[in-house]
């Protein structure tokens, strides 16, 4: 499919940006899977999915009220999980006229809510009543009777074809009284590409509507796709030179969903058939790895440091070695500016979200403080993320807002050190046990029989022990399990017997 050009002229630092060399790259191992976006080759984003802690949000549920809390202007919502969901009164459809709960909701009320965010920390899921079903080109709405384009197609000419072409899908299809949201890969999108997809979304809507009037008082009613197809739905594009998985199954089934909904990406979808795994052939794993560091370093030799809390982040921006060639008002500029690029690209990469707080080096002109924002501002426009920043301080202080619909990478990947008492991050048992296994795969080339002893710090012996029938299902081969007190939390050793 022809893209329409871009009547708007950029200039040549945004013309090198639309230039990125995008690519996916998926790993699908005994109970996870990762999902990488690289940009120029190196490592933007990072995708999680654990069969044992399913992501619920865009799942939508059939909930009873269980309680209104006019005070704070919100309700709690048994769904059928073990923590009951919000709702803040903007999140209840009708609520823009209305500004009392109350007469919004009742307990023991039936209602349709879609998980927004995930339970993160202490906090339960929040959820909305404004109903939205996403497909490849289109986000369908039925609550709402509004049709929007979004903003990153910029021609006027296509945003007004798109906009007719869907009031008069509309009409044909008794669509009139509902909504949708055009998204910016509909940039292009034939009349019949966008109709087929109305269809499925209104057929998906009508079977959820079903499924609420026949079930049970609480429960879920719609489960989103897979990570995978996610992906594909929602990433993979023109601008992606490669979608590679080294999962056959999860290759076949992306293969036969991007046939569907836009076949002249298909032949960017690969199978990754070789003995090396995917993320270490591509640099990723290595990555990973430094994302549980606090300090990251920057080329010129200054350095930042971020530190998480469930609702904050703290990033301090430091000169380290660095001295420059010139003035110190320009070496500090200079490392403000590299410092913001990859400031950007760690609240991506990390998924931090809530109020974060940055603290560049002082700068004692205001031309430079203006420079170092809008180079953050322009970073954070490849963040798909809602993000609000404030302006920039007299003494460097930056305060934005980042939206996180799930936990940070590395509250997923880590959990309290048992040996510092939280004041440090380690990796968690689950992540170790899930390691020793890639491991043992990678040794073995996953070929069955044989005996293995692993050997692990004694604070782990009774938790792999708990799981090592699985392991051993998994593995295909009869695992010993023993201790060693000289190992710390995260060594362990893998011997072939």
């Known amino acids: 499919m022809k893209r329409i050009k871009n009547d708007v002229e950029k200039d040549s630092v945004e013309h090198e940006e639309n230039k990125i060399k995008k690519e ?9 899977t990762r999902v990488a976006i690289l940009e120029n080759s190196k490592l933007a984003e990072l995708f999680w999915e654990r069969r044992g802690s399913t992501n619920i949000v865009g799942n939508i549920y059939k909930g009873v009220v269980d309680n209104v809390l006019p005070g704070i202007s919100s309700a709690f919502i048994n769904i059928g999980l073990s923590k009951n969901a919000y709702i803040y009164i903007t999140d209840v459809t009708g609520s823009s006229q209305e500004n009392n709960i109350e007469r919004l909701l009742k307990k023991g009320q039936k209602v349709m809510v879609q998980v927004t965010k995930d339970s993160i920390g202490t906090k339960g899921m929040k959820v909305t009543m404004d109903i939205s079903l996403p497909g490849r080109y289109l986000v369908f709405t039925p609550n709402q009777d509004f049709v929007g384009v979004s903003k990153s197609i910029e021609n006027y000419e296509e945003k007004k074809r798109l906009t007719e072409i869907i009031r008069k899908i509309a009409t044909n299809n008794k669509f009139e009284g509902r909504g949708c949201i055009v998204r910016t890969e509909a940039e292009g ?35 989103d796709m897979g990570l995978t197809l996610q992906v594909a739905r929602d990433i993979l594009s023109e601008d992606v030179s490669i979608y590679m998985l080294d999962n056959r199954e999860e290759y076949y089934n992306v293969v036969d969903f991007v046939s569907k909904i836009s076949p002249e990406l298909k032949d960017r979808v690969k199978f990754y058939n070789h003995k090396t795994p995917i993320f270490e052939a591509f640099g990723v794993e290595k990555e990973i790895e430094e994302l549980r560091k606090i300090r990251v370093s920057l080329s010129s030799g200054g350095s930042i440091v971020i530190q998480e809390a469930e609702s904050l982040c703290a990033i301090d921006v430091n000169t380290g070695r660095f001295t420059g060639s010139k003035s110190q008002e320009e070496t500090v500029t200079q490392t403000n500016i590299e410092a913001a690029q990859e400031i ?47 302006p920039i301080t007299r003494l460097g202080l930056v305060e934005m807002t980042r939206e996180r619909k799930r936990e940070s990478t590395v509250s997923l990947l880590t959990e309290e050190c048992p040996e510092c008492h939280g004041s440090g991050r380690v990796l968690s048992s689950e992540s170790i046990r899930i390691k020793i296994q890639r491991e043992i795969e990678h040794l073995t080339m996953g070929r069955p029989g044989g005996n293995l002893r692993v050997v692990v710090n004694p604070m782990l012996l009774d938790l792999l022990k708990k799981k090592q029938n699985l392991i051993e299902k998994n593995v295909h081969r009869s695992v010993k399990i023993t201790s060693d007190p000289q190992l710390t939390w995260e060594d362990y050793r893998i011997i072939l017997e």
């Open 344 to 390: 950007a690209r760690q609240l991506r990469l990390r998924n931090i979200g809530g109020i974060i707080v940055i603290d560049f080096i002082d700068m004692k002109r205001a031309s430079n403080r203006y420079k170092v924002v809008h180079v953050l501002e322009k970073a954070l426009k490849r963040d798909r993320a809602k993000i609000r920043i404030l």
């Open 24 to 32: 996916i790259f998926a790993n699908t191992s005994f109970e996870e």
């Open 189 to 223: 999108a034939t009349e019949t590409d966008l109709e087929r997809e109305i269809k499925y979304l209104m057929r998906t809507w009508e079977s959820i509507m079903k499924r609420f009037e026949s079930s049970s008082p609480t429960g879920l009613l719609h489960s």
